[in-house]
């Protein structure tokens, strides 16, 4: 949060902007891991498997929201999209995984059927900067 914060404070952008993304954020307790899982082929990308065939169960979108652990449900899924067994799954670094999925989000416009998604959008849309 303190990096954040700094961060948009250094490039000038009022508090005005800093508030809705905190409440964002304070709202969305696990950071939007739920987030991530709304594309099959970020996943495999992100697992460095783009061509990957095993099956992965994703959530319906309609239930992306209520997943009480979303970022072990995106573990578990990068972990099955590498292909990986034994000794190297158990290698796999899920937080540079992790941070490659949206890297791989060719549209993010199903990020927007979701309630906290569209709800950020919509505030940051409101914001007028003077």
Known sequence: MTTLRFTLVAEGTSD???IPILRWMLLRHH???DWLLVSESALRGASGNP???NPLQLPPMRDLEKI???KEVLRDLLVEASGLS???RKQIN???QRARVPDFLENWEPL????SAQQ???EIAALTFD
């Not at 927007?112 to 309630?115: G, K, V």
């Open 120 to 122: 950020l959008h919509n």
């Open 31 to 33: 950071s939007g891991f």
């Open 68 to 70: 009480p652990d979303p």
């Open 51 to 53: 061509n990957g065939r």
């Open 94 to 96: 899920f937080f540079a």
């Open 112 to 115: 927007l059927r979701l309630p």
């Open 86 to 88: 034994g000794r190297r």
């Open 16 to 18: 005005k902007v800093l």
